[in-house]
């Protein structure tokens, strides 16, 4: 059935600490990830992606890990700034190869806050 | 490079009326999807459009409905409107379809009373 709400995991770091973000994905044929940021009344902000045939990709500040056993994603962000204080959203893209489309499915998102 | 637009931002309707909603992709991107986000479902896939044809349907009742036009921008329309179609309306633009970086616009914010 339906929820009233979604409840949104919930993360506090200190300004300066790394933060590691998590999310598992359940459809084994998803080729495709990416990490949005969604700042409260903005649309979500592409933070970094991943394909399937990588278990690690670097950005500015940010990491993302791929574990494909345990179908589990992370985003580490270095050095975390009040600024990053925002939803995360991780995505998949079932099988774009196959499906020829663009179609991603959304965590429930976490929420980062960063006490300065 | 000016970033995905959409317009109105925000919308006030009556339930039973209809709503279109526009999307501008940024410049040369020929994907353009469309997103719901609400507090109990989160953010939901509704639609692709790729070179005019839509490449992919989210599971939305036919009252939800789009097309895209040759210079690639989106229109997406909301015909009997229900309370529950209240919500966030996200466009993303895209380069290509088939697995690649969507870009959000700020959304269009609608309310059904």
């Known amino acids: 059935g339906e929820s009233v709400g979604l409840h949104l995991p919930t993360l506090s770091v200190q300004e300066g600490d790394n933060s590691i973000i998590n999310c598992a994905y359940s459809?084994?044929?998803?080729?495709?990830f990416i990490w949005y940021k969604q700042e409260s009344g903005k649309g979500p902000q592409f933070i970094i992606d991943i394909r399937s045939n990588m278990d690690k990709r670097q950005g500015q500040r940010v990491t993302v890990l791929l574990n494909k056993t345990v179908k589990h994603l992370s985003l580490q962000i270095a050095a975390t700034q009040p600024g990053d204080s925002a939803v995360y959203f991780c995505?998949?893209?079932?099988?774009?190869?196959?499906?020829?489309?663009?179609?991603?499915?959304f965590g429930t998102g976490t929420r980062l806050t960063v006490i300065p | 490079k000016a970033g995905v637009t959409q317009t109105p931002r925000y919308l006030i309707k009556t339930r039973g009326q209809q709503v279109t909603l526009s999307c501008s992709p940024i410049?040369?991107?020929?994907?353009v999807s469309w997103y719901q986000q609400t507090p109990g479902q989160g953010l939901q896939f509704l639609f692709e459009?790729?070179?005019?044809?839509?490449?992919n349907k989210g599971n939305f009742p036919g009252r939800f409905s789009g097309r895209q036009f040759s210079n690639s921008r989106s229109e997406m329309n909301v015909s009997t409107l229900e309370l529950g179609d209240s919500a966030l309306y996200l466009c993303a633009s895209s380069l290509k379809t088939g697995g690649y970086e969507q870009y959000f616009g700020p959304g269009t914010r609608l309310t059904v009373t």
């Open positions: 459809n084994s044929a998803s080729d495709y």
């Open positions: 995505a998949e893209n079932s099988a774009p190869i196959l499906t020829g489309a663009n179609n991603l499915f």
């Open positions: 459009y790729f070179s005019e044809t839509q490449r």
């Open positions: 410049s040369g991107h020929r994907s």
